[in-house]
């Protein structure tokens, strides 16, 4: 009955990534329906007001569909183009981060749970709960690492709820960037405040000033970045270790045919460490061979994959893109999810197929997949329930492809990792990196983060990120795009072949790639301190803006991609997204983003289509601010 269920799917999908449409047009694969075949039929143009940020539905009045500049075409209501885009951009922030804050509160809660010794995880890497103690503002005096942790797990904690006074790690940042923050009364006061105060004021007949509805979102967004994402992943770090160089392995083709395949798909490392100890257990392994396994092969898949890369070295299957055809490859045992970027129709994949799909997340249950509720408490004892789920599925296998795509990458650049690399453990500094994008060698630093995206088929975070080093460009790198150019090699030392000359000695010297993995979504905020490491060492300016450093997310697709964009642009990193925005259809919220904010937070919004027009803005803001740097003429 699943060949009937999906007997018309259009057949072998044209997208453009090779590997994709090699596994979509294998027998396995063949009258499954996935999102690539999904895109084909409903063609690529979208609701143009939905996509430029004029539709309105805050009210049962509307929705209202709204053409700035034409008088009867304002809102039921009276709210303008640029109200309206400005609410619907403040709530796209809110839900990124709320996002983001939410896996951060499961993590401060495992951590809690770990301090006090009721779940399986340690606390690993005690001189980074040691610093953090110090920015939480606790002594870390005489206190054992437990009780020490415990303090700064229930502190952390406290960052959710506050109301007032302002969030922790706002006093990481540069000071003069401070001091712009407060001028502007952004400083987020409490992780969940910011986000339920930007819901209220983009309720129908609240906040209707389109410039003070965008200084909330950057309020909220900040609460992101340096709130939520940073404690998520500086506990994450304490707790399964600070990542450093790991050599792995990314593609498909990291799937095994004589093994248990398990992939681990969503957000949170918690869960995926606990399967990860779960598949190295001897007992485990040997219920995997009496059905014929050689053993249990844990595979990523979107950002818990970058997680478990980041810190252990477990191949990365797959990016957002390729979830599903992971699926058809028909050789997954379990497909195991957790939270974000989880697609409805992994459930319906799985069913032409032995799979079976376990949610986790007593957030997130899909019709068709089985619950598995994780809980940290018994972290283990689920993780080895899940195991033995799989290794049940692993005879009644069917046909199998796995294609020999995989590519070898050195991942784990943590901001501590880059900092070391610098100098050694005695003079580790940023000064060298400094001193390299002052003398020339290095002409900036530009951050390729985000989605891949079912819309875009071309490889142009790729293309974009060639062109960026070939330019003298370092390239720091997140989340599914990190995966994406990890395919492609250039997340291998090998790949600084592909650098133009003066950055290529500098890779060579140090033995770096490129393009340097930073790990998952959360970790976005190792940018942040990553740049204002670079201001602090002196040379560069005195703010984040001052920096020859620009972001960009050229496939995004996910609300926290826009939360990202805007917390680097309130710290003042300029970004440049496409190739569509969502605040096109206004002029006036547009020219804001655009424009405005770059005389008020000294960074702005760029929009770009194809990877040559965000290479060239790229480097041309690069050079503008080498130049106001005086390091060129
Ligand atoms: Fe229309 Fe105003 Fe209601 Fe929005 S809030 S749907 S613009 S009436
Ligand atoms: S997983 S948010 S598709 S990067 Fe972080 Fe990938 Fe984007 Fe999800």
Same mark, same amino acid.
């Given at each position: 009955?699943?060949?009937?269920?999906?007997?018309?799917?259009?057949?072998?999908?044209?997208?453009?990534?090779?590997?994709?449409?090699?596994?979509?047009?294998?027998?396995?694969?063949?009258?499954?329906?996935t999102?690539?075949?999904?895109?084909?039929?409903?063609?690529?143009?979208?609701?143009?007001?939905?996509?430029?940020?004029?539709?309105?539905?805050?009210?049962?009045?509307?929705?209202?569909?709204?053409?700035?500049?034409?008088?009867?075409?304002?809102?039921?209501?009276?709210?303008?183009?640029?109200?309206?885009a400005a609410?619907?951009?403040?709530?796209?922030?809110?839900?990124?981060?709320?996002?983001?804050s939410?896996?951060?509160?499961?993590?401060?809660?495992?951590?809690?749970?770990?301090?006090?010794?009721e779940?399986?995880?340690?606390?690993?890497?005690?001189?980074?709960?040691?610093?953090?103690?110090?920015?939480?503002?606790?002594?870390?005096a005489?206190?054992?690492i437990?009780?020490?942790?415990?303090?700064?797990?229930?502190?952390?904690?406290?960052e959710?709820?506050k109301?007032?006074?302002?969030?922790?790690?706002?006093?990481?940042?540069?000071?003069?960037?401070?001091?712009?923050?407060?001028?502007?009364?952004?400083?987020?006061?409490?992780?969940?405040?910011?986000?339920v105060?930007?819901?209220?004021?983009?309720?129908?007949?609240?906040d209707?000033?389109?410039?003070?509805?965008?200084?909330?979102?950057?309020?909220?967004?900040?609460?992101?970045?340096?709130?939520?994402?940073?404690?998520?992943?500086?506990?994450?770090?304490?707790?399964?270790?600070?990542?450093?160089?790991?050599?792995?392995?990314?593609?498909?083709?990291?799937?095994k045919?004589?093994?248990?395949?398990?992939?681990?798909?969503?957000?949170e490392?918690?869960?995926?460490?606990?399967?990860?100890?779960?598949?190295?257990?001897?007992?485990?392994?040997?219920?995997?061979?009496?059905?014929?396994a050689?053993?249990?092969?844990?595979?990523?898949?979107?950002?818990?994959?970058?997680?478990?890369?980041?810190?252990?070295?477990?191949?990365?299957?797959?990016?957002?893109?390729?979830?599903?055809?992971?699926?058809?490859?028909?050789?997954?045992?379990?497909?195991?999810?957790?939270?974000?970027?989880?697609?409805?129709?992994?459930?319906?994949?799985?069913r032409?197929?032995?799979?079976?799909?376990?949610?986790?997340?007593?957030?997130?249950?899909?019709?068709?997949?089985?619950?598995?509720?994780?809980?940290?408490?018994?972290?283990l004892?689920?993780?080895?329930d899940?195991?033995?789920?799989?290794?049940?599925?692993?005879?009644?296998?069917?046909?199998?492809?796995?294609?020999?795509?995989?590519?070898?990458?050195?991942?784990?650049?943590s901001?501590?990792?880059?900092?070391?690399?610098?100098?050694?453990?005695?003079?580790?500094?940023?000064?060298?990196?400094?001193?390299?994008?002052?003398?020339?060698?290095?002409?900036?630093?530009?951050?390729?983060?985000?989605?891949?995206?079912?819309?875009?088929?071309d490889?142009?975070?790729?293309?974009?990120?060639?062109?960026?080093?070939?330019?003298?460009?370092?390239?720091?790198?997140?989340?599914?795009?990190a995966?994406?150019?990890?395919?492609?090699?250039?997340?291998?030392?090998?790949?600084?072949?592909? =650098?133009?000359?003066?950055?290529? @000695?500098?890779l060579? *010297?140090v &033995?770096?790639?490129? %393009?340097?993995?930073?790990? /998952?979504? !959360?970790?976005?905020?190792?940018i942040?301190?990553?740049?204002?490491?670079m201001?602090?060492?002196?040379?560069?300016?005195?703010?984040?803006?001052?920096?020859?450093?620009?972001?960009? =997310?050229?496939?995004?697709?996910? @609300?926290?991609?826009? *939360?990202i &964009?805007?917390?680097? %642009?309130?710290?003042?990193? /300029?970004? !440049?997204?496409?190739p569509?925005?969502?605040?096109?259809?206004?002029q006036?919220?547009?020219?804001?983003?655009?424009?405005?904010m770059?005389e008020?937070?000294?960074?702005?919004?760029?929009?770009?289509?194809?990877?040559?027009?965000?290479?060239?803005?790229?480097?041309?803001?690069?050079?503008?601010?080498?130049?106001?740097?005086?390091?060129?003429?």
């Open positions: 009955d699943t060949s009937k269920r999906f007997k018309s799917n259009g057949g072998c999908p044209s997208i453009q990534c090779l590997v994709n449409r090699e596994v979509l047009c294998q027998e396995p694969a063949q009258g499954v329906t999102a690539a075949h999904r895109v084909e039929k409903r063609g690529a143009t979208p609701c143009l007001f939905g996509q430029g940020g004029t539709c309105c539905r805050n009210c049962n009045m509307g929705p209202c569909q709204i053409i700035e500049g034409v008088e009867e075409m304002i809102g039921i209501c009276g709210a303008t183009a640029s109200t309206v609410r619907n951009f403040a709530r796209i922030v809110a839900a990124g981060t709320a996002s983001h939410d896996h951060a509160r499961e993590t401060v809660l495992a951590f809690i749970a770990t301090a006090k010794g779940t399986p995880y340690e606390i690993k890497d005690t001189l980074k709960l040691r610093r953090m103690a110090a920015w939480l503002g606790i002594d870390p005489e206190k054992d437990q009780q020490l942790a415990l303090e700064v797990g229930e502190t952390a904690l406290a959710f709820g109301q007032e006074g302002s969030l922790h790690f706002i006093r990481r940042a540069p000071q003069k960037r401070q001091e712009i923050w407060q001028e502007l009364g952004v400083v987020p006061r409490g992780i969940d405040r910011e986000v105060e930007t819901m209220h004021r983009t309720h129908m007949g609240v209707q000033d389109f410039r003070h509805i965008f200084r909330q979102a950057a309020r909220c967004a900040l609460a992101d970045g340096w709130g939520g994402s940073m404690l998520a992943t500086e506990l994450q770090d304490i707790m399964f270790g600070t990542p450093v160089p790991i050599r792995t392995v990314v593609n498909l083709g990291v799937l045919e004589d093994m248990v395949n398990i992939t681990v798909h969503g957000h490392p918690v869960l995926a460490e606990a399967l990860a100890m779960a598949a190295q257990d001897p007992e485990i392994i040997a219920e995997a061979k009496k059905v014929g050689k053993g249990i092969n844990l595979a990523g898949i979107c950002c818990t994959g970058n997680e478990i890369l980041m810190r252990r070295g477990i191949p990365i299957a797959g990016s957002f893109v390729q979830q599903e055809i992971a699926l058809t490859t028909g050789a997954v045992e379990a497909m195991v999810v957790d939270v974000q970027c989880v697609m409805q129709s992994l459930p319906e994949i799985a032409c197929f032995h799979t079976e799909v376990i949610t986790t997340s007593d957030r997130a249950e899909i019709v068709g997949a089985t619950h598995v509720p994780f809980d940290h408490h018994r972290a004892e689920v993780a080895k899940i195991v033995r789920r799989a290794i049940a599925r692993f005879p009644k296998r069917g046909k199998v492809y796995i294609p020999k795509a995989k590519m070898d990458v050195v991942a784990g650049f901001h501590e990792t880059i900092l070391y690399i610098q100098g050694g453990r005695f003079r580790a500094s940023y000064k060298p990196l400094n001193d390299n994008i002052i003398n020339g060698r290095i002409l900036g630093v530009a951050a390729i983060v985000g989605c891949d995206n079912f819309r875009i088929q490889e142009v975070h790729v293309e974009l990120a060639k062109e960026l080093i070939a330019n003298n460009v370092l390239v720091l790198t997140t989340g599914c795009a995966t994406g150019l990890g395919r492609a090699g250039l997340l291998s030392p090998e790949a600084a072949e592909l =650098a133009g000359e003066g950055l290529r @000695e500098v060579e *010297a &033995g770096c790639p490129p %393009v340097l993995h930073m790990g /998952s979504c !959360v970790d976005n905020s190792r942040l301190i990553a740049a204002t490491e201001v602090r060492t002196g040379g560069l300016g005195e703010d984040i803006s001052d920096l020859p450093a620009i972001g960009c =997310a050229p496939q995004w697709m996910s @609300e926290k991609a826009i *939360a &964009g805007q917390y680097f %642009v309130a710290s003042g990193a /300029s970004v !440049v997204f496409g569509t925005f969502p605040t096109t259809k206004s006036e919220a547009t020219d804001h983003l655009f424009k405005e770059e008020i937070y000294g960074a702005r919004w760029f929009l770009a289509k194809e990877a040559k027009d965000f290479a060239s803005i790229m480097i041309d803001q690069i050079r503008q601010k080498r130049k106001a740097l005086g390091l060129d003429k």
